[in-house]
C-alpha cells in the first residue's frame, strides 16, 4: 500500500531554524507549538475526549530536510558524530519515508474558532506539517523497564547560562509578548546545542538562533554560555 498523507494542518512553533531545536520532545518544556486544524479537519467533534489527556503523539513530515533523502546508516550527534548506527536505530530526520514521531504535552485546545491546539516540550520546526494526532495512553506507551540502546538517558546539562545587563534589559522587553522567553532561552542553551551542528574542531564562539521573533545571541565562553542580545527580527 502506498499512502498519500494530507496534513491536518502547519505547525506554529517558537523555533524558526533547525538550530536549537532540542533532539527530543519534553528536554525543552518551554518550547511552546501551536496547530489550527485545516478544514475538513477542524470540527470540534474531531478533538471531543482529548482535553481528557496530558500528552499526545504527533507523527509529522521532516519538512525541512525531507529533500536530503535517506542515507542506511547515520552519525548521531549522542555518540560524538564519528559511530554510523542504523538509521531505524536512531531518529535520524534522513528516513526513507520521512515521518516524525513527538510526544508533546497537550496544554490546551480551543474550539471556539475552528480547532486550535496548544503543545509544550516540542521539537518541531516552525510549518511542520502535522499528519496524525493520536492520544498518550499512560498504560501502553509508558514502558517503565526498557532500554534505550546507544542513549540510554536524557543529554546531560553542557553549560551554566548567564545573561549580561544588556541582554537582561531585552529579556525583559521580549518577555511582555513572550512570558517564557526567559525559561526557553535557558532550557534550550543549556544542552548546548553546538555539538549537533558545528564539528568539534569548530572554533567559533558567537552563535545566534532566532526564537519567536527574537534573534537571541550568545557567546561560549569558560564553558558558559553568555547570553549578549535578544534582538527583534526585521518583519
Ligand atoms: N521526536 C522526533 C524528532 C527527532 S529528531 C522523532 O523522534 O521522530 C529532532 C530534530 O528534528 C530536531 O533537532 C530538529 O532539528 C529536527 N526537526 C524538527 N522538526 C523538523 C522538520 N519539520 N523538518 C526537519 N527537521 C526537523
Known amino acids: 500500500m502506498h499512502l498519500t498523507l494530507t496534513p491536518l494542518g502547519y505547525i506554529e512553533s517558537c523555533f524558526k531554524e533547525k538550530f536549537g531545536i532540542p533532539r527530543q520532545p ?31 503523539w504527533l507523527i509529522f513530515g521532516f519538512h525541512g ?55 509544550s516540550g516540542a521539537d518541531l520546526l516552525d510549518g511542520t506539517p502535522i499528519y496524525d494526532i493520536k492520544p498518550y495512553l499512560p498504560y501502553a506507551d509508558a514502558i517503565t523497564d526498557a532500554c534505550g540502546g ?8 553542557a553549560v551554566d547560562i548567564v545573561f549580561t545587563p544588556e541582554a537582561e534589559r531585552h529579556l525583559e522587553q521580549a518577555s511582555r509578548a513572550r ?15 553546538r555539538p549537533a551542528y558545528f564539528g568539534s574542531s569548530d572554533r567559533r564562539k558567537d552563535f545566534g538562533v532566532r526564537l519567536y521573533e527574537f534573534d537571541v545571541k550568545w557567546r561560549i565562553d569558560d564553558g558558559r554560555a553568555v547570553v549578549t542580545a535578544l534582538e527583534r527580527c526585521e518583519a
Not at 35 to 42: G, M
Open 179 to 193: 512570558p517564557q522567553i526567559r525559561a526557553l532561552v535557558e532550557e534550550m542553551l543549556r544542552y548546548d546545542p
Open 65 to 119: 530536510t525531507a529533500d536530503g533523502g535517506w542515507r542506511p546508516t547515520v552519525r548521531p550527534p549522542r555518540l560524538g558524530g564519528n559511530q554510523r548506527l542504523g538509521v531505524f536505530a536512531t531518529r535520524s530526520t534522513f528516513r526513507p519515508n520521512p515521518l516524525g514521531l513527538s510526544v508533546v504535552r497537550l496544554a490546551g485546545i480551543d474550539t471556539s474558532h475552528g480547532v486550535r491546539l496548544e503543545f
Open 26 to 56: 519534553g528536554l525543552v518544556q518551554a518550547a511552546r507549538a501551536s496547530l489550527r486544524l485545516l478544514p475538513p479537519f477542524d470540527r470540534a467533534e474531531a478533538v471531543r475526549g482529548l482535553d481528557g489527556f496530558s500528552h499526545v
Open 150 to 157: 546507544f542513549a540510554p538517558d536524557e543529554p546531560a546539562i
